[in-house]
Structure formats: structure tokens, C-alpha cells
């Protein structure tokens, strides 16, 4: 298997734009979830899925970001619209019920 | 909700040392507690996890310790090398959901 795959790897945009970050799970994981890091608040959950199903998306900063999980194959995180304070590193992790987070290579966001 | 506590954020030691991570969790319904290394822009990896009903797991040089008494687990890393340094981050989750909630890491610069 070929890990998580992440894209795009990095993401320059200017504020305002719509931001569309796509994640590839491993295959027979059941959970997925994204993350975003930064310097200030570290490794910050955003999300998780369950089987496709959003369970807690408690961690989403407000209404300007959502989440799908369509099938168990693939997920998106989309911003809209961006604002510069958006700017981090966003990454996806799947695991089996939780255990052993496997993440991808990451998202680099920039908004300008 | 579940809080994660970790220290130092950062530690230097001399290659060959000893390093020591600790981390405290909030919610005593945790059960499972993995320990991630994430090297300069890379993604994080598993490096050990235990469960609650462990004391104590080594992996050659790491190992993790778990009172569960008093809410905290601790990262070991023995003869450390300058491979080694890293951010390093702890994370706990709850016993009925798949939710991973991370420390804020601690960076470990091992010198020559």
C-alpha cells in the first residue's frame, strides 16, 4: 500500500479563494481524520470520520471549513473562503478503531 | 473534553544520554496513549504506543511507562544518537471513541 496520499503537496492562494485539500486513506482503514498543525497550537484535530461518517467535528475552527468523506476511498477538506490566519500545514491520518495513526505527507497552506 | 500535557517543549542532551518525555491526560477513561516522532518537514510516525492495561513497553532503545493512577506516561529514550532528534509528540484517547488528542511536542536536539 501506498500510505495515505495527500494533495496538493502545497497550496498558495490569496484570501479569499476557496481551498480544496483531497486525501486517499489507506485501504481497510475505518477511521479518518484531519489535522492541523502549527507553530503556536501544535498537532490540532479538525475531524474524524467513522466508517464515512463524520463522529466529531468539534476541532473545525468555524463555518468557513467543511469536510466530506463521499466513500471509503477518499476524503476532502475544503475552506471557503480563505483567510491568511488559515495558513498551516494540514495533514490526514486513517487508522483501524484509532490505533496506529498512519499520517499522509501533509498539505502546505498559504494564504495570502 | 480530553487535555494532553506535555514537557519539556524543549531537551538537549549529549549523544549516548538518556532522554526523558513526560506527558499528563485529563480524562481517566483513556486507554490507549501512542508517542509520535515527526522529523523537520516530515509527517509524524508511531514510534510505541501502550494500552491501559500495561505498565510498561520497551522497543530496543524507547520505551513508555504508564501510571494510570496518576494520569501520566513518560517516553524513554536510552543512548540517545543524533538520529534521534526530532519533535516528539504524546497523545491519549478515550476508551469509546477514536479520537486522538496530541500534546504540544518536545523538541530534542541530541548533540555529537
Not at chain 1, 29 to 38: C, D, V
Not at chain 1, 88 to 112: D, M, N, P, R, W
Not at chain 2, 43 to 69: C, H, M
Request: charged share 20%.
Amino acid at each position: 500500500d501506498a500510505g495515505v496520499i495527500q494533495s496538493p503537496r502545497h497550496e498558495v492562494t490569496e484570501m479569499g479563494q476557496e481551498v480544496t485539500l483531497r486525501c486517499k486513506p489507506i485501504s481497510g482503514h475505518n477511521s479518518l481524520f484531519w489535522y492541523r498543525q502549527t507553530m503556536m497550537r501544535g498537532l490540532e484535530l479538525l475531524i474524524y470520520f467513522n466508517n464515512n461518517v463524520p463522529i466529531d467535528d468539534s476541532g473545525m475552527p468555524e463555518d468557513r471549513f467543511s469536510a466530506k468523506m463521499p466513500n471509503a476511498s477518499f476524503s476532502t477538506l475544503k475552506i471557503q473562503p480563505s483567510e491568511p490566519r488559515d495558513s498551516a500545514v494540514y495533514f490526514c491520518a486513517s487508522s483501524i478503531h484509532g490505533e496506529k495513526l498512519f499520517f499522509g505527507s501533509g498539505t502546505q497552506l498559504s494564504v495570502l | 473534553g480530553e487535555n494532553v500535557e506535555q514537557h519539556p517543549s524543549t531537551l538537549s542532551v549529549q549523544e549516548g544520554d538518556s532522554a526523558v518525555i513526560k506527558c499528563t491526560y485529563s480524562d481517566s477513561a483513556s486507554n490507549y496513549f501512542p508517542w509520535y516522532k515527526q522529523e523537520l518537514g516530515k509527517r509524524p510516525q508511531l514510534i510505541i504506543d501502550i494500552r491501559s492495561n500495561v505498565g510498561e513497553k520497551k522497543d530496543q532503545r524507547i520505551a513508555v511507562t504508564l501510571n494510570k493512577t496518576a494520569k501520566h506516561f513518560s517516553l524513554h529514550i536510552t543512548e540517545t544518537q543524533p538520529e534521534d532528534s526530532a519533535v516528539y509528540f504524546c497523545a491519549a484517547r478515550s476508551y469509546n471513541t477514536d479520537k486522538l488528542i496530541f500534546g504540544t511536542g518536545t523538541r530534542l536536539q541530541v548533540f555529537p
